[in-house]
């Protein structure tokens, strides 16, 4: 499981529901070599009995918005996309269809996805 990457990492993910219900405890931005990167590290998450980070490599666009007057991030929804070979992701989307909408908020679109699973005592449980 841990090497899944790119779309068959997105179409495991969707399949199986694995964000929902997960809280996003961190998220950490990063450059290597020029190119943004984001680590995403969610607890609860379905199916894994796992923690995970999901990392989106050679980012092209982050929306995040918070405001304290709601929980961060804990996830009721979420949209995963491939799309002309790159990677969107929701966090909180704006509806259920599996397109891409600007209305979308949470969002982060990268060329690359992978992700590396935590032990589930590891830090947040």
């Known amino acids: 499981m841990n090497t899944i990457k790119n779309k068959n990492l997105v179409k495991y993910i969707n399949d199986n529901a694995i964000l929902l219900d997960a809280n996003l405890e961190g998220l ?42 709601w929980y961060f991030y804990s996830i009721e929804r979420f949209k995963l996309i491939e799309n002309k070979s790159e990677y969107y992701l ?26 590396k699973l935590l032990p589930a005592k590891w830090g947040f449980n």
């Not at 950490?28 to 990392?55: A, E, G, M």
């Not at 704006?94 to 969002?107: C, F, H, R, T």
């Open 90 to 115: 929701s966090l909180d989307p704006y509806d259920e269809s599996n397109v891409m909408n600007d209305e979308d908020g949470g969002v982060i679109i990268s060329k690359k996805i992978t992700w």
């Open 28 to 69: 950490t931005i990063y450059q290597i070599d020029n190119k943004l990167n984001v680590d995403l590290t969610f607890s609860n998450c379905r199916k894994t009995k796992n923690n995970l980070i999901l990392t989106l490599s050679e980012v092209k666009k982050i929306n995040f918005y918070y405001d304290d007057t």
